[in-house]
């Protein structure tokens, strides 16, 4: 059996969405840790992060998910998949491997990983939870979270 390795590479990180951008911040010397901007920060000692920049602040290399993924599916995802999925765009993209048989497609395996995944999810749902009760949870949030759902939704994606 002849096998077939293609690679393909996509990036999004505090420096910006895509290869290109990144290479020219990073040699350039750019540091992508800035000021939390994402949520109120008050009452915390740590004021800094690396952030994904948006595309109003940052037009040459910011993100706008609405660009990538359509808002009603974004609603029924963690902000880490949606990142997941716009890097896995980029790098199934930039290899040029489209499977188009069941048969290619059976021998197309996807690799992601994550240290821990939904935790805004997680966070917001607990919040709603003890606030407005059981009800008022979507049956969206186990799928929404999970750490695997990330390889599940390019799977689903890409077939």
């Not at 590479?9 to 840790?33: A, E, F, M």
């Amino acid at each position: 059996m002849r096998r077939v390795v293609v690679t393909g590479l996509g990036i999004l990180t505090p420096l910006g969405l895509g290869t290109d951008i990144n290479w020219k911040r990073l040699v350039s010397g750019t540091v992508g840790i800035n000021k939390i901007s994402n949520f109120d920060v008050s009452d915390l000692p740590c004021k800094i992060a690396g952030q994904i920049p948006n595309k109003d602040d940052d037009p040459e290399g910011g993100l706008n998910i609405d660009d990538w993924i359509e808002p009603r599916d974004f609603k029924r995802i963690d902000r880490f998949i949606a990142y997941g999925l716009i890097s896995a765009t980029q790098a199934v993209e930039d290899s040029g491997w489209k499977p188009q048989t069941e048969i290619q497609k059976n021998r197309t395996g996807v690799i992601l990983g994550s240290g821990i995944g939904g935790l805004e999810t997680i966070s917001n749902t607990s919040e709603l939870l003890n606030s407005k009760g059981p009800r008022k949870v979507s049956p969206f949030f186990i799928p929404s979270a999970l750490i695997n759902l990330l390889s599940g939704q390019v799977s689903i994606k890409y077939g």
